[in-house]
Structure formats: C-alpha cells, structure tokens
C-alpha cells in the first residue's frame, strides 16, 4: 500500500484525483483538513511522509511546493504549467513514443500535460516525428472544450443562478495567441514554429476536441485521410487508452455532427481522419478532467509506483 497526498485537494483537479484514489485499491490517500488547506508545515510534513505527492496549484504555488520535499524517496506528479517543458521532469504522455512510458516509469519527477496539449500532440506528433507533417507545416489547432476545464471559479460563473447572458454562447479566447499550453505543444510535437491555436469555451461541462486542418499537397507524400489513418492505427495499435477510429464517416455522426462528449468519464483519447484527396481534419476528443488531467495523472501515478497501468481508471 501506497501513501499518496494531493496538495490542493480542494480545487477541480485535485477533488476529481481524490475521486479516483477513494477507489484505487494500492493507495492510502493522506487527508488534510480544509482549515490547514494552506499551513505549510502540516503540507509540508505530509509531503514528506508520502510515497508520492500531486500537486494541483498555480504554477509559482507548484515551483514552491517541490522545495518542501526534503527526501529522496517521495515522487512527485505536477498538474500545473511549471515543469511542462523542463528536461529535469517526465511528461507525462506514456504514448508519446515507444521510450516515454519507462521515463515516466524511471522519473521522481512527472508533469502532466495540459488538456488541449494532449489532444493535439497525441494526433500530431507521430506524424510530425515521421516526417508526413513537415516540421515547419503552418499548423493551425481549433480546440472546444467544456467550461470545467477553466477550474473552480469558471465552474462557478458558469453554474450560478444568475448566470450572464454572454456564457449560453461558445467563446473565444486567449486572443493574444499565446496560449499557455503552446510551448509543450511545439516541444512534443517537433514543431519549429508556434501553430494558431483558438481554444474556445462552451457551455457544457466537459469534453474536448481538437481539429487540426492538413493540406495533403504540403504532407510528405501527399498523403489521403486513409495513409494517415492507417499510419495511426498502426502507431498506436498496443495502446489501451488512444485508439484510431477506423470506421465510415457516416457511423462516426450523429445528424451530420460530431460528439466532442463521447470520450467523457474515460480515459480514452480518440483520433479521427476525416477528408478527401484535397483536405484533411484531423481530430481528437477526451475528457479534459479524465485523459486531459486527472486520468492521465493517475495513470501516470500507477506506472511510477509500478501498479498495472490501468488500475482505479477502468
């Protein structure tokens, strides 16, 4: 048995970790109360008494929290931005390639990738690594997600009585296109140049899916939806929680529509290839709270304590 401690058990992230561990059968959670939320020495000191600590805090709170841990033993997994594109820290897709899962696996150290990060490196990385998707392609990522995704205080705008008018519409944001999960993206993915990434928040409360537009005339090959298709199937063929839907457009609709919901309460991603010989979307939907967070922090937890991989997550 495992003691684990989730520091800023009280905020989204940390109360949907905490969900999973009350059901994970290898760990004993370490609790604190809420009126010592903030005391550092008792965070402190239970850090140190645990085999592995998540920490679920603003980043400057995350870069302070790993200097309480004052031993060798305790493993640490980051949900913040702090540590996302340090050398020093694991990243914490085990799928990103055949090495990742035994870094994560090997690492006192692991951050977990941001939600919309993980859907586009997920659908654009193996491409990129071989060579299909030039590292200098003008990548352009469109991404919607639930309003959960913006944490405690969006949640609460989003679900008070006397909601604003302007939340029942879809909203752009991070404008300034300097998004804070683009520096991992281009970090996992191997692109040279930052892609125009739109996120946009939604009224509902989970679920996200990214669209990412290719031009087969620019692709190494000129490659159709079907090469891309296969060549993903193919790369993620052993993966339990990313799978390559190959199957009729038509089967994969509802009315014509795509269900961004359809991976919610999981910790699946999956990838799609939709297009014809001149145009190519590329798509990938999960649970921004499960695969784009909390799931994959958990499944990350189980390979540092070398717990099978899919425990507490199916």
């Excluded at 604190?32 to 679920?56: G, H, W």
Aim: with cysteine; charged share 25%; glycine share 6%.
């Amino acid at each position: 048995m495992f003691n684990v401690y989730v520091d800023g058990q009280y905020g989204t992230t940390g109360l949907k970790i905490q969900e999973y561990l009350s059901k994970h059968e290898n760990v004993e959670l370490l609790t604190i109360d809420y009126e010592k939320r903030r005391d550092l020495q008792t965070r402190k000191k239970y850090m140190n008494e645990a085999d592995l600590v998540f920490l679920c805090l603003p980043d400057q709170a995350a870069r302070e929290a790993v200097k309480l841990v004052e031993n060798n033993k305790t493993k640490i997994i980051d949900a913040s931005t702090a540590h996302r594109t340090n050398d020093d820290w694991a990243y914490g897709i085990p799928e990103l390639d055949p090495q990742q899962r035994e870094k994560i696996r090997n690492s006192k150290r692991v951050s977990v990738p941001g939600c919309h990060a993980t859907a586009s490196i997920l659908a654009l990385a193996p491409l990129v690594n071989k060579g299909i998707v030039p590292s200098d392609y003008p990548v352009s990522i469109f991404s919607v997600t639930g309003y959960s995704g913006g944490g405690k205080d969006t949640i609460a705008r989003y679900e008070t009585s006397n909601r604003k008018t302007y939340l029942e519409i879809p909203r752009h944001y991070a404008l300034n296109l300097n998004h804070k999960h683009l520096p991992e993206i281009m970090k996992y993915t191997g692109l040279k140049d930052k892609p125009l990434f739109t996120p946009i928040i939604c009224n509902y409360y989970k679920g996200l899916a990214v669209s990412i537009p290719l031009f087969p005339k620019y692709l190494t090959g000129n490659k159709s939806p079907e090469d891309i298709r296969d060549f993903l199937e193919d790369y993620y063929s052993e993966e339990r929680f990313v799978k390559v839907i190959n199957s009729d457009n038509e089967r994969l609709l509802e009315d014509g529509t795509f269900d961004i919901t359809g991976c919610n309460d999981t910790n699946r991603a999956d990838i799609f290839v939709f297009g014809s010989s001149e145009r190519i979307q590329l798509m990938a939907r999960l649970d921004n709270l499960g695969k784009g967070a909390s799931g994959a922090a958990i499944q990350c937890m189980n390979l540092m304590l070398n717990i099978p991989e899919e425990t507490g997550l199916v």
